[in-house]
């Protein structure tokens, strides 16, 4: 019982079916820098027609697009976040940092008993 | 967007390795309902063997037993929760209802644009 515990909290977002959760926020990020939905795909290893899969469910059932296809430039066919993306994403963002934040306080409490 | 956002919280504990979440906290409640292992693990629709190990897997993260196992009376064979395992399940419990509750406050508060 030496070392300390700690928690790990995931959350998942429910409208009618799961909408949002820690695989879809990661690849969100990945699109803001990468600027390519396919970029993001590969950044984490994954197939392009999952990622697309993902963003489509995502959007059928939050109810607003996710994505907007950007072409020209020498990297054309790229894809930046809408503004109803980059809203709810940050909003997630904030949901779990403070989450967890509240969780690790909690966490010292409720357990203080192990910890000792 | 006509439905309410839900949010579904789930928690993992760990020490050094993930030790205490969902799972195993389920099979502890059945345990206490059936007063057997192999009646709780029956009743998840879990292999006997699985169950076992969570159990052991547990125990070795946590650092101290789980069950006791009791013998004789007509359904002899049964197993019962140490004081620790009480202890530790009932201070999850009580984490994980007080992270929902602060959760679900947080998700309308955060997420007041999207319900609108």
Same sequence: chains 1, 2.
Avoid at 68 to 87: F, M, P, R, Y
Wanted: aromatic share 12%; net charge neutral; charged share 30%.
């Amino acid at each position: 019982m030496e070392s300390e515990l700690k928690a790990k909290i995931r959350v998942l977002l429910f409208t009618d079916e799961k909408c949002f959760g820690p695989g879809i926020r990661q690849l969100l990020d990945a699109v803001e820098i990468h600027g390519s939905l396919r970029k993001a795909a590969i950044s984490m290893e994954m197939a392009y027609s999952k990622a697309w899969k993902m963003v489509k469910n995502c959007e059928k059932h939050l109810g607003f697009p996710l994505l907007i296809s950007t072409t020209g430039g020498k990297n054309g066919g790229g894809a930046v976040l809408t503004d109803d993306a980059k809203k709810f994403l940050s909003a997630y963002e904030e949901y779990c940092a403070e989450l967890e934040t509240f969780g690790a306080k909690l966490l010292y409490e409720k357990f203080e008993f192990y910890n000792k």
